[in-house]
């Protein structure tokens, strides 16, 4: 059995080899933070629109699955009453739909 050693390197490289001294904690600033959409919006929109196909043309779930980059079995199970990812864990979240909406409107009115 051939065992290897990690090298370290000896305490003065550090001293020798750090030219630029870390800035003060106050002076960083955060990059902004880009507003994008949730991967799972996008994965459901994309389930939705392989179904709207799939009633209009009769296009397979294995060709709709390519196209859309979606799981064909996604696409049966949708078809067959199946629930969507974001109904299939409500049971999570700690509101319900209708105190969400409430939330959202007192949030409203307090932002006017």
Request: aromatic share 6%.
């Amino acid at each position: 059995m051939l065992l290897v050693t990690p090298q370290v390197a000896p305490p003065h490289y550090f001293a020798q080899h750090s030219q630029h001294p870390s800035p003060p904690i106050d002076s960083l600033k955060m990059a902004p933070i880009k507003p994008r959409e949730p991967k799972n919006t996008v994965q459901e929109d994309r389930i939705c629109r392989a179904l709207e196909e799939w009633q209009l043309e009769g296009t397979s779930f294995r060709k709709l699955a390519v196209k859309y980059g979606v799981s064909s079995s996604t696409l049966s199970d949708q078809e067959h009453g199946g629930l969507t990812r974001q109904e299939g864990h409500t049971y999570l979240q700690k509101l319900t739909p209708t105190m969400e909406k409430a939330l959202e409107d007192w949030c409203k009115i307090l932002h006017d």
